[in-house]
């Protein structure tokens, strides 16, 4: 098998185990993708394929309503990185999630994740304001002047329509 072909396969297997794990939390079809070994870095989930299990079960009792979306996916060799925006309960505002997951003999064996919680902006005249101005990132290039006043509101400094 080619470097192409096998990263489309290893990405290809995580990507069918997060969906039948995370969002159907089908445990037997989950378990077709999961290795004899599961190295589990989340320290609130146990190792092994049965702390695998116990994880879902909860999903399932706890958040069955939840729903993970991937954004974007990423492999380097024989790691698959996922960028995903999971809701456990609808209506919220959500996390923002990193899973790592290394995939060996076509199984996923080892996990990772980075979790942060979506909370209300800080700062929501700044989110305006840039939501304002990189809605349309095909006309941003347009106006610099509007898009370095909107860095420097954001990250500070002077307004450069003031100068």
């Known amino acids: 098998m080619d470097n192409d072909s096998s990263s489309e396969k290893t990405k290809s297997i995580v990507l069918n185990f997060y969906e039948a794990a995370l969002n159907e939390k089908n445990l037997d079809k989950a378990a077709a993708y999961l290795g004899d070994t599961y190295i589990q870095h989340n320290p609130y989930v146990a190792d092994g394929p049965e702390g695998f299990k116990q994880f879902i079960q909860f999903l399932k009792e706890t958040y069955p309503l939840s729903h993970n979306e991937v954004k974007r996916a990423f492999v380097d060799g024989n790691y698959v990185i996922l960028h995903v925006h999971s809701v456990r309960v609808p209506g919220t505002l959500g996390r923002a999630i990193v899973e ?46 509007t898009v370095e006043t909107a860095v420097h509101r954001i990250f500070g400094g002077p307004d450069v329509e003031s100068q």
């Open 100 to 145: 790592i997951f290394r995939v060996d003999n076509y199984k996923v064996v080892e996990h990772w994740d980075v979790i942060q919680s979506i909370d209300a902006p800080l700062y929501p005249s700044t989110l305006q304001l840039t939501a304002t101005v990189f809605s349309d990132r095909h006309h941003t290039w347009k106006s610099p002047v």
